[in-house]
Nanobody, 118 residues
Framework: QVQLVESGGGLVQPGGSLRLSCAASGIVFSIYHMGWYRQAPGKQRELVAV???????NYADSVKGRFTISRDNAKNTVYLQMNSLKPEDTAVYYC????????????WGQGTQVTVSS
């Protein structure tokens, strides 16, 4: 079965950095587009970043210049490097895999909490 397991969340001060990881199994990772989404309390889930099977990337305007998505096909893992974190980045972050380039959310991880607070 397909499994996506996120890690790397936690509590960080404003201006700090975190790197999220998502390890995939049960899929041919290299042919899937991968995405990171987030959902803050009381808000709708939003797409944060996408990396296609060809390693093209796209970002939400709110994180451009601060977040970087990358993938390591040899490790079946996708990463989200988050720099210059702001309190409004606080959310549960989810990893997803699929074949739609603009919204690859077919298979989902369980989520990891990111809290940005002083």
């Amino acid at each position: 079965q397909v499994q996506l397991v996120e890690s790397g969340g936690g509590l960080v001060q404003p201006g700090g950095s975190l790197r999220l990881s998502c390890a995939a199994s049960g899929i041919v990772f290299s042919i899937y587009h991968m995405g990171w989404y987030r959902q803050a309390p009381g808000k709708q889930r939003e797409l944060v970043a996408v990396i296609t099977s060809g390693a093209n990337t796209n970002y939400a305007d709110s994180v451009k210049g601060r977040f970087t998505i990358s993938r390591d096909n040899a490790k079946n893992t996708v990463y989200l490097q988050m720099n210059s974190l702001k309190p409004e980045d606080t959310a549960v972050y989810y990893c997803a895999a699929g074949f739609r380039t603009r919204d690859p959310g077919t298979y989902w991880g369980q989520g990891t909490q990111v809290t940005v607070s002083s």
